[in-house]
């Protein structure tokens, strides 16, 4: 693809559509979600009660789940689908059916799942751990937004294929590439919660059994749940590795090496689940261990992630004359909020990474398992590098889409969202890390735990929480407030879908990277080798089930 | 045509190897402190019963 | 294709650094003993109360083990039986948890003893207990309404 062709390629008017009402669906959920989020560090100040006899954990419920499954969802389904329609073509009639069956189950399944949280049928948190057990409809509508991503998954496959068909021997697009690797991982990933789903936990909550195993339901739910981060990832890394460098006026470093890393993200966040487990009787320490060796596997693509990323801002900044060991630094676009807030989110990557690798090192989870620690880690991985990412693209691929353009007056509020979001988190996540740290507890309302000592300590820090938490909000009515602008108000213009070229166009990416056969081959056998022994050891050795609990 | 190309080939070859002293320079900063971080929580994994 | 000379040192670094936390970690769980809490045993959650150990919780002395003293609680929504208890300092204990309802955590607040109770299920972890202080058992695995309300306290005493 040469810049020529690029500089006219703008998504077909029909997928923009398409597009769009994901992103619409996205940011009502950023709203609710993060309404509840706000209203969560409040309570947990001790200042605050909620009111209309709201409670704290169908709020949290809520939270989880629409900022966690379904926001994110919708935001990555719908830039995957414009992507691969700006890169590989604009996509058949038959893909985008199937785009919009998908995007109409997942929107079904998303008020049912909604409705019953609210009506407080479902307050099991966004993880919803047996045997808590929702109300039917819960699970159902959970369900229809699995189901709905595999169908619109399906056209990205789809489009994928047809474009390997009209052009043999060629390497895809590399953003269509990447869609697909992250559109493979979620359908491998999504077999373990489906299944917990409908073969244990519907049954069970429609009263067709009585009871059910918990641990295999947990460990259906990890083998899932920890594929969800990097589902949540990588369309950032796709953001990272080939649009970032054409806004900053520079070149992808290195092609192959960013198709290597997808490859090995594909391999290696399957088979791993067991590190959210390590706390949990019933599975041998020995495949703990063996689960934290492949984990410490999945680090190394991000560690040439960050490679990649620091010599795309150096190659570019020498071109543009910079000296000395960090003088590129200077010349990266400061002023240009879709470099920006990514950066941001970059740079958040640094301690969300570090405290992923503590987390996953077997016994030393124990310092840190279900603190609020983790809640800090995450609101630094999901909730600032992939989140800030998302917003950084937004800023020109709503205006792309709606044929709008960024204004430089909400640039200006861009940035500011940006710096906003940093001091706010800094402080929130910041605080969780230290309360956590003390043995704070996660997913918990306010307490003072009958007056110990050890709880008045956290309060402090809740209170820093609160802080970091009501400026992170105002940073989302700023992301809002941007998004409905340039939905709707912003003027009328042509605003770039910016994709990279690599720096050395000669050198093109083995045709070995599109051998699905021998990927998806070598997945299947990483699963099974990490889970079907301590997984058949569950059922061997299962103890009586459990019956479902109403405890709130 | 050719000459031209070639030139700016092995130019920029010979610039990929002290034009990435910052990238080696931050990657190793970034790897001092996942070094750090672990090293510390591992301390008070081993300080604690 | 080509990797650049400084990005084949990072990862060799990288790399290396993330075999050396592997080794550390591996040889202080296979070796030294600090395996994460992982007891294969199991029991019948509707029969906790009558059954041994769970039939008398509290701080047990037990002669001919590795371990002086077992501690056993009884979780359930949203309490732990007991609901105070008294180690002696220097005390190498065995605690053993089992929940007789829904998952819930069983964290010392400050300390390594972080266990998920799982219904079905029996968590155990053995430590010594060397430092003098006031500790505070949260429930830390959402577990209902009172998920914030339930805890335990333990009086290391000279």
């Given at each position: 693809m040469n810049s020529f062709v690029d500089k006219i390629k703008k998504v077909d008017p029909r997928d923009a559509k398409l597009g769009m009402a994901h992103f619409y669906v996205a940011f009502i959920g950023l709203f609710i979600g993060g309404m509840a989020g706000l209203l969560q560090t409040l309570v947990r100040s001790g200042q605050f009660t909620l009111p209309a006899g709201i409670g704290y954990y169908q709020l949290l419920t809520l939270h989880g789940v629409v900022l966690a499954l379904v926001m994110t969802t919708y935001f990555i389904m719908g830039f995957q689908l414009v992507a691969v329609s700006r890169t590989a073509g604009t996509l058949s009639s038959k893909q985008r059916t199937a785009g919009w069956i998908g995007f109409s189950l997942m929107t079904i399944g998303t008020v049912m799942a909604a409705v019953m949280i609210l009506l407080n049928e479902a307050s099991v948190l966004y993880t919803f751990y047996a045997p808590?057990?929702?109300?039917?409809?819960?699970?159902?509508?959970?369900?229809?937004?699995?189901?709905?991503?595999?169908?619109?998954?399906?056209a990205i496959i789809m489009a994928y294929v047809a474009w390997r068909k009209k052009n043999p021997g060629q390497p895809s697009p590399l953003l269509t590439f990447m869609a697909l690797v992250n559109t493979l991982m979620w359908i491998v990933a999504t077999i373990g919660v489906a299944t917990t789903v409908?073969?244990?936990?519907?049954?069970?909550?429609?009263?067709?059994?009585?009871?059910?195993?918990?641990?295999?339901?947990?460990?259906?739910?990890?083998?899932?749940?920890?594929?969800?981060?990097?589902?949540?990832?990588?369309?950032?890394?796709?953001?990272?590795?080939?649009?970032?460098?054409?806004?900053?006026?520079?070149?992808?470093?290195?092609?192959?090496?960013?198709?290597?890393?997808?490859?090995?993200?594909?391999?290696f966040s399957i088979p791993v689940g067991f590190h959210h487990q390590l706390m949990e009787p019933g599975i041998d320490p020995a495949w703990k261990f063996l689960q934290v060796v492949l984990t410490f596997m999945v680090i190394i693509p991000s560690l040439m992630t960050a490679f990649s990323l620091f010599a795309t801002f150096e190659s570019f900044g020498r071109s543009k004359g910079a000296t000395g060991l960090f003088g590129w630094l200077k010349k990266l676009p400061w002023g240009d909020a879709r470099f920006l807030v990514p950066f941001i989110g970059m740079l958040s990557f640094i301690p969300g990474g570090a405290g992923?690798?503590?987390?996953?090192?077997?016994?030393?989870?124990?310092?840190?398992?279900?603190?609020?620690?983790?809640?800090?880690?995450?609101?630094?991985?999901?909730?600032?590098?992939?989140?800030?990412?998302?917003f950084g693209i937004s800023y020109w691929l709503i205006?792309?889409?709606?044929?709008?353009?960024?204004?430089?007056?909400?640039?200006?509020?861009?940035?500011?969202?940006?710096?906003?979001?940093?001091?706010?988190?800094?402080?929130?996540?910041?605080?969780?890390?230290?309360?956590?740290?003390?043995?704070?507890?996660?997913?918990?309302?306010?307490?003072?735990?009958?007056?110990?000592?050890?709880?008045?300590?956290?309060?402090?820090?809740?209170?820093?929480?609160?802080?970091?938490?009501?400026?992170?909000?105002?940073?989302?009515?700023?992301?809002?407030?941007?998004?409905?602008?340039?939905?709707?108000?912003?003027?009328?213009?042509?605003?770039?879908?910016?994709?990279?070229?690599?720096?050395?166009?000669?050198?093109?990416?083995?045709?070995?990277?599109?051998?699905?056969?021998?990927?998806?081959?070598i997945v299947v056998l990483l699963i099974a080798f990490a889970y079907t022994i301590p997984f058949i050891d569950l059922i061997e050795n299962a103890p009586i089930g459990s019956k479902g609990y109403k405890l709130w | 045509m050719a000459q031209p190309r070639l030139e700016k080939r092995t130019s920029t070859k010979v610039e990929d190897q002290s034009s990435l002293k910052g990238t080696l320079a931050s990657v190793f900063l970034l790897g001092f402190f996942l070094i750090i971080t672990w090293v510390g929580v591992f301390l008070l994994f081993v300080n604690r019963f | 294709m080509h990797i650049h000379k400084f990005e084949k040192i990072?990862?060799?670094?990288?790399?290396?650094?993330?075999?050396?936390?592997?080794?550390?970690?591996?040889v202080s769980a296979f070796?030294?003993?600090?395996?994460?809490?992982?007891?294969?045993?199991?029991?019948?959650?509707?029969?906790?109360?009558?059954?041994?150990?769970?039939?008398?919780?509290?701080?047990?002395?037990?002669?001919?083990?590795?371990?002086?003293y077992e501690l056993v609680y009884v979780a359930s929504a949203f309490n732990y039986n007991p609901g105070e208890v008294e180690v002696p300092l220097g005390a190498k204990v065995k605690v053993l948890a089992t929940t007789k309802d829904v998952v819930h955590g069983f964290n010392v607040a400050g300390t390594n003893i972080n266990m998920m109770l799982e219904p079905g299920?029996?968590?155990e972890y053995v430590t010594t207990f060397d430092k003098v202080g006031e500790f505070l058992i949260v429930?830390?695995?959402?577990?209902?309404?009172?998920?914030?309300?339930?805890?335990?306290?333990?009086k290391v005493v000279e």
């Amino acid at each position: 693809m040469n810049s020529f062709v690029d500089k006219i390629k703008k998504v077909d008017p029909r997928d923009a559509k398409l597009g769009m009402a994901h992103f619409y669906v996205a940011f009502i959920g950023l709203f609710i979600g993060g309404m509840a989020g706000l209203l969560q560090t409040l309570v947990r100040s001790g200042q605050f009660t909620l009111p209309a006899g709201i409670g704290y954990y169908q709020l949290l419920t809520l939270h989880g789940v629409v900022l966690a499954l379904v926001m994110t969802t919708y935001f990555i389904m719908g830039f995957q689908l414009v992507a691969v329609s700006r890169t590989a073509g604009t996509l058949s009639s038959k893909q985008r059916t199937a785009g919009w069956i998908g995007f109409s189950l997942m929107t079904i399944g998303t008020v049912m799942a909604a409705v019953m949280i609210l009506l407080n049928e479902a307050s099991v948190l966004y993880t919803f751990y047996a045997p808590l057990q929702a109300h039917a409809l819960f699970y159902v509508g959970l369900t229809l937004v699995i189901v709905g991503s595999w169908v619109g998954g399906s056209a990205i496959i789809m489009a994928y294929v047809a474009w390997r068909k009209k052009n043999p021997g060629q390497p895809s697009p590399l953003l269509t590439f990447m869609a697909l690797v992250n559109t493979l991982m979620w359908i491998v990933a999504t077999i373990g919660v489906a299944t917990t789903v409908l073969f244990q936990l519907l049954p069970w909550s429609l009263g067709l059994v009585d009871r059910v195993d918990v641990a295999i339901s947990r460990t259906l739910f990890w083998y899932f749940g920890h594929p969800l981060v990097y589902f949540w990832l990588l369309p950032a890394y796709m953001a990272w590795y080939v649009i970032v460098p054409k806004i900053i006026g520079g070149k992808i470093f290195s092609d192959s090496l960013a198709r290597l890393s997808f490859i090995l993200f594909l391999l290696f966040s399957i088979p791993v689940g067991f590190h959210h487990q390590l706390m949990e009787p019933g599975i041998d320490p020995a495949w703990k261990f063996l689960q934290v060796v492949l984990t410490f596997m999945v680090i190394i693509p991000s560690l040439m992630t960050a490679f990649s990323l620091f010599a795309t801002f150096e190659s570019f900044g020498r071109s543009k004359g910079a000296t000395g060991l960090f003088g590129w630094l200077k010349k990266l676009p400061w002023g240009d909020a879709r470099f920006l807030v990514p950066f941001i989110g970059m740079l958040s990557f640094i301690p969300g990474g570090a405290g992923g690798i503590i987390n996953a090192s077997n016994q030393m989870n124990q310092v840190v398992h279900n603190t609020i620690w983790v809640t800090g880690h995450f609101h630094l991985t999901v909730a600032t590098a992939v989140i800030l990412t998302f917003f950084g693209i937004s800023y020109w691929l709503i205006p792309h889409l709606t044929g709008r353009t960024l204004t430089k007056a909400m640039n200006k509020l861009a940035i500011l969202q940006g710096v906003f979001w940093a001091i706010g988190m800094t402080f929130m996540s910041g605080a969780m890390h230290a309360a956590g740290l003390l043995g704070a507890p996660r997913r918990s309302a306010f307490s003072e735990y009958g007056g110990a000592a050890q709880a008045a300590e956290w309060i402090p820090y809740q209170i820093a929480q609160a802080v970091g938490g009501s400026i992170l909000f105002i940073s989302i009515i700023l992301v809002l407030y941007i998004f409905i602008n340039l939905a709707f108000f912003a003027p009328k213009g042509e605003e770039e879908f910016p994709v990279g070229e690599a720096a050395d166009t000669a050198e093109k990416a083995p045709m070995i990277f599109e051998n699905w056969k021998l990927w998806l081959g070598i997945v299947v056998l990483l699963i099974a080798f990490a889970y079907t022994i301590p997984f058949i050891d569950l059922i061997e050795n299962a103890p009586i089930g459990s019956k479902g609990y109403k405890l709130w | 045509m050719a000459q031209p190309r070639l030139e700016k080939r092995t130019s920029t070859k010979v610039e990929d190897q002290s034009s990435l002293k910052g990238t080696l320079a931050s990657v190793f900063l970034l790897g001092f402190f996942l070094i750090i971080t672990w090293v510390g929580v591992f301390l008070l994994f081993v300080n604690r019963f | 294709m080509h990797i650049h000379k400084f990005e084949k040192i990072w990862l060799i670094f990288g790399v290396a650094t993330l075999l050396v936390f592997l080794s550390v970690i591996g040889v202080s769980a296979f070796y030294l003993g600090n395996q994460p809490p992982s007891c294969l045993a199991t029991i019948n959650p509707e029969k906790v109360d009558t059954t041994a150990p769970f039939d008398k919780p509290g701080l047990n002395k037990v002669e001919g083990k590795e371990w002086d003293y077992e501690l056993v609680y009884v979780a359930s929504a949203f309490n732990y039986n007991p609901g105070e208890v008294e180690v002696p300092l220097g005390a190498k204990v065995k605690v053993l948890a089992t929940t007789k309802d829904v998952v819930h955590g069983f964290n010392v607040a400050g300390t390594n003893i972080n266990m998920m109770l799982e219904p079905g299920y029996i968590s155990e972890y053995v430590t010594t207990f060397d430092k003098v202080g006031e500790f505070l058992i949260v429930c830390n695995e959402y577990c209902g309404a009172g998920h914030h309300m339930m805890s335990s306290k333990i009086k290391v005493v000279e």
